[in-house]
């Protein structure tokens, strides 16, 4: 019997996908994830339930039964841990898979791919059910309608809470829906989630900021339990001279801004920032035409294999390439930027300087120090910072409900009067997973 090799290209064709705006990656058929699934039976004892997945699905139970050609039975064993395997199944970056036993000495079983099959295939036969909950009497406001606020508002539900949903923007789903671009995610995914969650009888109030549009003092007096799930809104900003030129945008902005300043057709863009929503950021600019795309990133370039400081089976740091390296663009590491070049009010690129990193024995970098005499200008007309999230801002709702925050800036819930915090905001900027997590963690204690 011939031995299952892990599916190493997960994506479509670079050459079809840049000219749309449809998910990168292929569809799978059945015979494909059977075999893939069939690849998690050779584990001995399995990690990747426990050391990886935050929601603690049961993977290796789910991969045994998708194996033996029973994608119901993986379905059901799946929602009894998770409820958005749609969400997870494309925008996680599978930590199970890092803590893949087979990762010992072989390629990790494709995890995320079995779980995102499962789900689509119970959409597609009509599986996919809201169970009932039997009303307990007692209410509940969500503040955000992201993953951890949906997380939150569904588990709520099912143990008979009333639950309205409070969300400032036109739509939930927050960072799924406005900070994931829809060739990662596609937004009807989000819609038909939603619709289910509605007719399960939750309320979703949208262009609704609590402090602007209702008071904070309403929801408490109306609510008898108040969960903030409202994010890390701050973003990482470059406070260098030149910031205020016209052409300088904010990741998110940038992402989903409309208008010709938003476009990068013909630009040449530079990236400041080398993870995710920076790499989305290079996608966005090869979809639109544009002249050149540069990423260029503080930290030193990962080891291409599993850096010592992060053994098996942790999260291994190391040297990722994204769907949109794939398609274009250059990368750099180890750029300090200093000031932006303003030409007539607008950037016209970046001064900046490299920097050498000094490293801990395992690997890890510690303190970086510029490189003198390396000073060089990036020219560039349209600028992205992707440098993450910050926190949660002091003022607003958290000031209004009377609520602290830590010293990393985020919120401190306040059980004695039954206000609680989950996902980003509680904790800091993170995964969708975590932050589902938490929500999970969280309600289980109600």
Known sequence: MAI??????????????????????????????????????????????GAGCPLGNLIPEFNNAVAAGDVRKGYDIICKTAFFPEFTGRVCPALCEASCTRNLNDDAVMVRQVEKHMIETAFKEGWVEQPAAVPNGKTVAVIGGGPSGLYAAEALRRKGYAVTVYEKKPKVGGLLRYGIPNW???????????????????????????????????????????FLAIGTPNARDLNIPGRDAEGI????????????KYNAKGKKVLIIGGGDTGNDCVGKSLREGCKSVLQVEFMPKPPEERSPSTPWPDWPYMLRT????????????????KQFIVKDGKVAGVEAVAVEWEMAPNG?????????????????????LAMGFTGVPAEGIVKDLGLELT??????????RNIYAVGDCANGASLVVRAMADAKAKVSKF
């Open 4 to 49: 299952v090799q892990r599916i190493q290209d997960v994506y479509r064709p670079v050459e079809e996908r840049v000219k749309d705006l449809k998910e990168v990656e292929r569809l799978f058929t059945e015979e494909e994830i059977k075999a893939q699934a069939s690849r998690c039976a050779d584990c001995g004892i399995p990690f990747c339930h």
């Open 322 to 337: 994204s769907y949109a390296h794939h398609e274009g663009g250059e990368r750099r590491w180890n750029v300090s930027s």
């Open 184 to 226: 990662k995610l596609e937004k009807e995914v989000i819609d038909r989630r939603v619709t289910l969650l509605e007719e399960a009888g939750i309320k979703f109030v949208c262009n609704c900021e609590i402090g602007k549009d209702i008071s904070a003092d309403y929801i408490r007096k109306n609510y008898d339990y108040l």
């Open 407 to 416: 010293p990393r800036t985020a919120i401190i819930q306040d059980p004695s």
């Open 249 to 260: 945008y904010l990741a998110l902005d940038f992402l989903h801004g409309e208008g010709e």
């Open 364 to 384: 890890r970098p510690i303190k970086p120090n510029e490189v003198p005499n390396s000073t060089e200008v990036i020219d560039a007309d349209l600028v992205v």
